[in-house]
């Protein structure tokens, strides 16, 4: 097309000035096929350079990918012995003790407290939604803190709530006892498994996995018929609540296990990862605490962590919904008491038992062979579980009933038992806590809760068959097939681990050597806006006191990096470290707080507040020493001097320029160790641009670390010291300022767009 020197939104106009009616093109079939191409031509072009960054290392290199299998004895002596595991083993098994005993006496517990099928099934279902409560900040503070005293704490809280629960008056009381059970009784899934998983070595974690669950399930299967028992022998003569007994008993062996767990050693994190991959372990001093909000952003940009929170949300409606409803229909269909139903819930619960001694050590043997498979053989143990469902329900004696529940409870449970080594191996080292938590969230709130909830609105008149079926089937074979097909995305992410792994340690050995270390570092950064990729491996580094402009054509991603470095965005993969500390998962208020502070493009004041009213409140996080705010006022107004004389002007009556010096001020109070600034002259005359210029040139004469994000090529390049050249989310250029002048291509493409013209 002829280029007729205007730019493409002016109006074409007519000789007299007056504007041309737009000419409407005749569109037929043939230009809606051809424009239909393009566009699928164009998002077929855009998933394959999406799938072309996809980091892909040997299989050598995935942790615990073929490497040698250990004997569980073996793997239990390098973990420094057997005590972790067996104390959090006996605290896991006493959960789920309390946890079959509210199943098992839920009808006795319904008779007591004279409720009725559906309010019963919501309490017991309901605590699901009390661990989630409980999972978030526990899986929190598990990547922040000590484990020891969290798992310590929270067990022996656990202790007197189940306690508690026996003593509860109605149902009301009942209800919030049971809430106490489920905050306390959180720290058993996301603190637990970063504690085995930092504490033993890779090879053995399928088998830890269906040992501790193997045992829950042991208990499990023995607790009907215990729980069952002591409710008979306490149902005497003159006792018609003889299941309170049984809460009183549970409660004094977690006290017990708990007071063991503040004796065990705390491991280091990321240990095993570390060995298997880097062939060495090494720890990260003063690491900065992990922001709960950038922990769930990240794991959910993971892909395999999205198919898993999705599949393992259907674990929960067969797992704690449908036991409740089963043991309704057993007592009011076949009349069972609480011991009957008890002794058979022992004989199904056998043989789920038996399957995770078969189940553990083919998981390890798996995922030493290829990881993939081991998610696949979830989503079918998943998926698989829903077709002895309809069977079941539709067994007209008890034995016929509880044997084709067997099929349902193994896969179900074997699945579940594989939660924990699944997400030890694919979330980051340093999320573990805030993963599981994660999970936790899916499986009970989902699943739990929200089976609880549809049980409350239509158990009573649909009853508990019609219930169970409409909730268990959907959501089995859809979660099943969500999982399997996420597996092909393990490999990929599992490399994003080893990226990591490699980059740290070389941060580790800049920081322990003679290299300098700089003051800022992006490395491998990928970012994505839903599913539009933006950023493709972006890395590099500035020094301290450099100037670095990012350059490039409109949609580059350069305000997109500023969002990754002061923590507004989360990368789905790479590494942000300030002065060789990694702040990836920080908080922007913990950034800001070490230093990074960004003027935004645009308005960056309070219009209806004078300058001296925007410094005071621009100084707001130091409030609690006046003395301090001053002096920070005092020496950005001498760099201000035409803002000293305007202190009691509103900032709306100032010009552009005078407004963007304010903002900067704002900025500067804080002192800042990187000085992010995007689109300084964005919109002002060419003397106020230079007056800002010359403000710039004295920060960099104190010794700033500047990052410029800017339009004008002429001048970001007055400014820097280097530049990086965008195209497309990807670095094409990263040199001195002169070089770059020297690149006629990239030049153009600044002034004049992609093509240069």
Known sequence: MQDDGRQNDEPVTAGDGAPLEPVQAETGPGDMAALAATVLDEEAARQAEQESSEVLFADDLLPGVKSEGISLKKGLAMGGGAATFVVLMILNSLDELQTAAIAVLAPDIRDTFG????TIT???SSSGAFVVLGAIPMGWAADRMRRIPIIGWASIIFAAMVTLSGMAVNAFSFFWARFGVGIAKANTIPVHSSMIADTYPIGIRGRIGAIDKGTGRLIAVISPILVGGIAAIANGPGEVDGWRWTYYILGIPVAIAAIAAFFLKEPQRGRWEKEDVLGESFTEDDPLPVSLDAAFSRLMRIKTVKSVVLGFSALGFGLFTAPVLENLWLEDKFGLESFERGAWATAAGLFTVLSLVYVGPKFDRLWRENPTRTLQMIGALIGFSAIFKPIQWAMPTVPLFIAFSIPTLVMLNTAFAMVSPV?????????????????????????GTGGGLISFMFADSWGPRVTTLVLTIPSAILGGWIMYRGARHVRHDLSLNVQELFDEQDEQRRTTGDDEVPALQLNNIDFSYGPVQVLFNVAFEVKKGETLALLGTNGAGKSTILRVISGLGIPQRGVVRLGGRT????????????????????????????????????????????ADVERRIASVLELFPDLERRQGQRASSMSGGQQQMLALARVL?????????DELSLGLAPTVVQDLLELIERLQERGQTIILVEQSLNVALSVA????FLEKGQVRFEGSAEDLLKRDDLARAVFLGRDGG
């Open 583 to 626: 702040v990836t998962y920080t908080s922007p208020q913990l950034r800001s707080r070490l230093g990074i502070q960004q003027l935004p493009g645009g308005k960056g004041v309070f219009p209806d507040m004078t300058v001296r009213q925007n410094l005071v409140m621009g100084a707001y996080i130091h409030r609690h020493d006046s």
């Open 122 to 124: 919501f309490i017991a």
């Open 115 to 118: 409720v009725s099928d559906g």
């Open 423 to 447: 997400m030890q191996a694919i979330v980051p080292y340093r999320l573990r806590g805030s993963g599981t938590a994660l999970i936790t969230l899916y499986i009970f709130f989902i699943g």
């Open 721 to 724: 010291d280097r530049a990086i």
């Open 669 to 677: 109070l804080h002192e800042p160790e990187i000085l992010l600034i």
